[in-house]
């Protein structure tokens, strides 16, 4: 018999998938360039040119039985180091090649990093407003993922929601800076904040807490800002990161597990990841795909456009009279909705050709996120959908 | 703190693993072509020229946003579409586009199908002799996987011992043919033999019992047969299939589930593996390589070098008296050892710079696992070897 639970399971339609899923039928029957299309987080910018032509040169030149054979179970060698020394080199860690585990994309990390710190019952808190994809992700390994609710003021943590929520079941804490939904990059001084609460916890409880850092857009960040990396804050941190939104890969699910050299278990931890691999299927990311990536660490898609669309929004939105926190890295930015129901609001947009997701699902109602990776010529010509929409609510 | 049960597992290494581990320090000390090395099942001959030119002119024609663009949480349409066509034109089948979920390899599309049709402290009995992994495979997602004796006259299945395991909690039967480690096809009667009981049982319980048909070894047939296809003869039946054997590439990870359309709520179960795919951070294959494959479904690298070594190995071990079955595909043979004790005769051969792998991991003890994914000239000087292993049992 089918297994009921994913049965049902298929009645819960992610929103972001409904929205989309709408705009591609209206770009149909009105014309693709009449719908402005602000639902899914697709990178909008091609991969390196570089990527390109060196996995044409590993196509050409390497003999295809070692390129296209198994990787040992931990990943590729080679990979592992060079992702290691990138790390080194650019965040001043001190990553052997046995911290890293290559995955496929984010979710594939965070599926094993998950695994390796909790166990079934074990509680992980995250912070609205978070990606909904978190929910399936750590629900399914058995432990139970406990939102803390938004600090909507500047979408920095809520530090007293979140004290009063850690309690000894916690085992690790999912953040995700720079964030999806809000664009919001976590402060030095938030980061040294968590830092310290969750040192002070797990002395007080007798065991660690991990930071699972969930760090896809740590490239994407704004007004020159350099990404603080989580890791050098908290010993217990494992970083998962994805090259879908820095490489423009999303589809080639490349990412990896970069576990703390001084996490307590460190050595055992990406060793686990191998174990975790045969009950998930996972068994390694694609071997062309972890070469691929391996010859173009250190750099990224062109990302300027991000920044750019999001001044033009940002500008345009306060304008408006919105009330908004200006984004610091990412592809979002989540203002305030002109009405309590961030549904109603986002139906109306709808109405106007604009396809905007409700904060609801990111653990954040009343809000509405606007994913800007589309091209600048798009967010001008929408700057009047703005306007109308923001005119059906003046008095 | 990390999970304990990941952790125990560490303990546990793979005795094919030790094997090769050793096998390859071995080559080190004493230069690879003294090492005779039939430890592992990697295959041995590279892709077809087609695949790595497709693949190439993939990354030179292609929009690179769209070509390493997201897929949708079901995987790419046309690249489903492609292999129902083909399944359809190779087997008589008549799987539509929805029947198809691509999975990073077998191991993917396992992960996906016991998922989709078993519950936590269901059974999934399978045949000994069986490949280890699927113990982490079923156990990790909560079903119980319990082995049926092998029969060891011919390698078909112990159908009196697999009615005597029976009993209403068996969600699911998990098959290979032709068999790791045997290289035994399966007969038509014995697949008829075995539908015509689950039926017979799926009455008698009232509840479905899935075949699900792990078929890497499809396309790898001697003597000129063509493949059975499972599902043909069983409705409920997912047939789970990797390219890693047929078209060498082990590393590249890719395969597929496809849902038999007469099997019961098969319009349920692809949608329900794009659901189990968030819990797992499995979320689809690279689009690039599932894109490369679609290109050659039809076609495989050249395997005749399987066969060609099977024939070598099969005549000298019958000519040494050993007891062996001969194997209809794979590149696998599973001759019984010269002593009880297995282990102890694999250990000898070790001595003789021969790696082979005894069968108790493959829930068979006293046989042994030659793996002949070799080139022909490595198994022709090994032939000595043979020869002195026997020798020393000669009275």
Chains 1, 2 share one sequence.
Not at 88 to 112: E, L, P, Q, V
Not at 280 to 286: A, D, F, K, Q, T
Not at 322 to 348: H, M, N, S, W
């Amino acid at each position: 018999m089918i297994n009921q639970s994913y049965k049902a399971m298929l009645q819960n339609k992610s929103v972001i998938r409904q929205m989309s899923e709408y705009a591609t039928k209206r770009k149909q029957e009105i014309g693709a360039e009449n719908v402005f299309d602000f639902s899914l987080g697709n990178p909008s910018v091609p991969c390196p040119e570089d990527y390109t032509k060196k996995t044409i040169e590993l196509l050409e030149t390497r003999d295809p039985m070692t390129l296209h054979g198994y990787s040992p179970s931990l990943t590729l060698p080679q990979v592992r180091q060079a992702v290691a020394d990138s790390l080194n080199r650019r965040f001043g860690m001190d990553y052997k090649m046995d911290h890293i585990f290559m995955t496929s994309g984010a979710a594939g990390a965070i599926a094993h990093a998950v695994r390796a710190v909790t166990k079934p019952g074990d509680e992980v808190l995250t912070f609205a407003p978070f990606f909904p994809e978190y929910h399936p992700y750590v629900d399914q390994t058995g432990a139970v993922l406990k939102v803390v609710p938004a600090n909507t003021a500047d979408f920095q943590i809520n530090v007293d929601a979140f004290i009063s929520m850690l309690n000894p079941k916690v085992a690790a804490v999912l953040i995700n800076t720079p964030n999806n939904p809000s664009g919001i990059v976590y402060s030095e001084e938030t980061i040294c904040k968590l830092a310290d609460i969750l040192r002070a916890k797990q002395e007080e409880y007798g065991h660690e807490i991990f930071i699972i850092s969930d760090e896809p857009y740590r490239e994407i960040q704004f007004d020159g800002r350099k990404p603080l990396y989580v890791s050098k804050y908290y010993d217990n941190t494992i970083s998962c990161y994805s090259f879908s939104k820095s490489l423009s890969l999303p589809g080639e699910r490349i990412g990896y597990v970069a576990v703390n050299p001084r996490a307590v278990d460190a050595e055992y931890i990406v060793p686990m990841c191998g174990q975790i691999s045969r009950g998930i299927g996972h068994n390694c990311p694609s071997s062309l795909i972890q070469l691929g990536v391996a010859e173009v660490l250190d750099q990224t898609s062109d990302l300027s456009v991000y920044e750019k669309n999001m001044n033009i929004l940002y500008d345009k939105l306060v304008e408006l009279g919105f009330t908004v926190v200006r984004p610091g890295g990412t592809f979002y930015i989540f203002p305030k909705a002109l009405e309590d129901d961030a549904v109603a609001f986002c139906q109306k947009a709808l109405e106007l050709d604009l396809v905007i997701v409700p904060g609801d699902s990111f653990g954040c109602p009343g809000y509405f996120r606007i994913a800007y990776c589309v091209d600048t010529d798009m967010v001008i010509r929408s700057l009047p959908k703005f306007e109308q929409l923001a005119a059906l609510y003046q008095k």
